[in-house]
């Protein structure tokens, strides 16, 4: 049973240093220049742990000419003093030749950029077009594959922290400060972030896709997303649209296009064609919009929206029916 322990605890370590989430998978180039000082640090740390593991095995039980060398002034001065100054000093210049490299990739960001604003317990993005025309979306970033992007970083609420792993490191959301953080995909993909400062309530549950896309298919997308919302398609979606508006939906959400205007929840203008629902607490589904009104309480406690178990069955149907629609 021990050997069959030892391989299963392996695999479960390793299957950690991959996936959508992982920063052991750069897919951007500030993620890219990160790689190399993580594996560094870590073989550093590995080889100092196992220097000092033998040195402790020696003193513990090695030969009495070993363990009185051990005990000279020597060991405390040169190994405890002068190679720890040494090697921090150097880890030290590494990140900070590091941290220059995406202070100088700043710089080259091209457009208007992206505000993304921390909220309870979601995120707010606001796109600018090259035409100058401000759109907002929610719980999802796309990016043009090739090109450095601004994003700017705030919050009005309390602290939380923007980290997209496979993209480039964390950054604070401050309330009354603006932080940029510059975002080069390498590639095109999908890829999960989350909030990584405990922010109360379900913090846990703050996360949100990024998505990498070519710049022609970006161009596209930013042009479709500006767009208002489309019409109902069938006789169930334009029911479905009548009883969001009749239940109070739009007091908290913008739909563009219609009375919707709210802007204390997430913008659902074209909320059915993003990866997730709730900030990546939910996949996109209309099973999903249907438990989400409902029982949204249970499956992201304390978040802001009320729960609307008061609908009939039909009524559930029309309205996710509805929501799914909005591409």
Not at 155 to 162: A, G, K, P, Y
Not at 231 to 259: D, S, V, W
Not at 318 to 325: D, F, G, I, K, P
Request: hydrophobic share 45%; proline share 6%.
């Amino acid at each position: 049973m021990r050997r069959n322990l030892l391989p299963l605890a392996a695999a479960l370590s390793l299957s950690g240093c991959a996936g959508v989430q992982s920063a052991l998978s750069p897919s951007g180039a500030e993620a890219a220049e990160i790689d190399p000082l993580f594996w560094t640090v870590t073989g550093i740390s590995a080889a100092v742990t196992g220097l000092v593991t033998i040195l402790v095995a020696i003193a513990i039980f090695g030969p009495p000419a070993w363990r009185a060398r051990l005990a000279g002034g020597w060991i405390v001065w040169g190994g405890g003093i002068v190679f720890p100054v040494v090697v921090l000093s150097g880890l030290f210049v590494y990140g900070l030749i590091v941290l220059q490299a995406g202070a100088t990739r700043a710089g080259t960001a091209e457009g208007p950029g992206v505000t993304i604003t921390g909220k309870r317990w979601w995120w707010d993005v606001v796109y600018t077009t090259p035409d100058g025309r401000e759109f907002r979306s929610a719980n999802e970033l796309r990016l043009p594959v090739g090109r450095a992007v601004a994003i700017r970083l705030e919050s009005d609420n309390v602290i939380h922290s923007f980290w997209a792993p496979q993209l480039a490191g964390k950054l604070d959301m401050i309330p009354g400060r603006t932080n940029v953080l510059t975002l080069e995909a390498t590639e095109p993909g999908a890829s999960r972030g989350q909030c990584a400062e405990y922010c109360g309530g379900a913090h846990a549950l703050m996360s949100f896709w990024v998505v990498a896309l070519p710049q022609d298919q970006y161009d596209d997308w930013l042009e479709r997303e500006a767009a208002d919302a489309r019409e109902p398609q069938t006789a169930a979606q334009a029911r479905g649209r009548e009883l969001f508006l009749e239940n109070g939906c739009g007091a908290c959400h913008t739909i563009r296009g219609t009375g919707a205007e709210g802007v204390l929840g997430p913008d659902l203008t074209h909320v059915g064609g993003r990866l997730s629902l709730a900030a990546a607490a939910l996949p996109n589904s209309r099973a999903a919009f249907a438990a989400w009104l409902v029982e949204n309480d249970h499956i992201k406690p304390e978040n802001l929206m009320p729960e609307y178990g008061y609908l009939e069955p039909d009524e559930l149907d029309t309205l996710s029916a509805y929501l799914e629609s909005l591409e």
